[in-house]
């Protein structure tokens, strides 16, 4: 990562010098792109030349197995012939969408109305807008460890401290609540957590949402609730939106069309600011602010989203997460006969988290070591525990096709066979 300290300009006699980037983007720094960028060094072992198999990035649309429903193409089909959204949409989002996003998330023990929604670029866009509307120079955000590395590299490129709080690997993550609430200062802007998460695969229960709740309670700071899994959860579980759960701590909650209707690449999130007690009348303007900076998302997508909330079958997310749910479940069984690998059973999302007993590798020295070595052997390419501040792991996306998860994790188990002690 470059560092933020370095000289400004330097000048060369009688011409142009090095003209220096600023420093917020010197403190710019996201550890997933950097790992996948890094050209793969050359080892002693001989190289693969098997078909490469990629499990590193949480788009479930490389491989085109998953495909969004045919009701969400006519849904911008429409918009864009109608014409009526070529324009400038309003900064904050269109009428349309807002009021749709609200109805559908609206909730007796949190209502929300349309000026309750502001639509973003993305979930990514909504993570940056929610820690810059909250979090100042100096103050720090409590993230969770292992987490979205978005959450970093947004909080250090504005200069807030991120303080990483303990997920328990062996209680399915959930948050280590003492450890959580020994982080807070007076300095403390906000907390942060994801549900269900990238990268565990984890879902909290109603009890452990109350639990991070009443830390916000006791010290009266915000939450912000990235909920781009909504409702993404397997067999057995039950997803719970968190500001359900108060009527009184403020909470701004993030989600998107990304994940749930699969078109990441389509750029659409919201933000929900959930606020009983009008604790957020400065942090709502605030937004409205924030989001003049890009005049809002792409207007044709927008303008589908009431279509898409209103006629996609009932049938659709429930058929979505079982077929995730068989996906999660081939590399659960097959790594967990794998020598020196831990399975975290995934709960939802879609992603599997693996612990590495390094202890039982002969040459293996850590989480980026075996992703090295194994995209060389192996030509099979998973995330190193290091890209989520959770060393001596390693996290692997569910979406590729069966086939290719089954010969993904047949090649990781003979990996780890010809390294075992």
Known sequence: MPSANEPRNTQKPGGWGTIASSDVSRRTFNPIRDVLSRPVQPLATPKSTKEPISLSIGDPTVFGNFKTHPVVVEAVEEAIRSFSFNGYPPSVGVPQAREAVANKYTHPLAPLTANDVVM??????????????LCNEGQNILLPRP???????????????????????????????????????????????????????????????KAILGVCERHRIPLISDEIYADMVFSGQVFTPTATLTSTVPILTLSGLAKQWLVPGWRIGWILINDRNNAFAQVRQGLFALSTLINGPCAPIQAAI???????????????????????????????????????????????????????????SNDADFCHKLKWEENVEILPGECFAYPGTIRLVITPPQDKLHVAASRIAAFCERHRK
């Open 120 to 133: 973003t670029s993305g979930c990514s866009g909504a993570v940056e807008m929610a820690i810059s509307v």
């Open 147 to 209: 987490g979205f590395c978005l959450y970093n590299t947004v909080a250090g490129s504005r200069n807030v401290e991120a303080r990483l709080y303990n997920l328990l690997a062996e209680k399915n993550w959930e948050v280590d609540i003492e450890h959580m609430e020994s982080l807070i200062d007076e300095n403390t802007a906000a907390i942060l957590i994801n549900n269900p998460s990238n990268p565990c695969g984890s879902n909290f229960t109603k009890a452990h949402l």
């Open 306 to 364: 009431p279509k898409i909330f209103a006629e996609i079958p009932d049938s659709y997310l429930p058929t979505l997460n079982m077929q995730l749910e068989s996906h999660a479940r081939i590399l659960e069984n097959e790594l967990g006969k794998a020598w020196g690998l831990d399975v975290i059973t995934p709960q939802g999302a879609m992603y599997v988290m693996v612990k590495l007993n390094l202890n039982m590798f002969a040459d293996i």
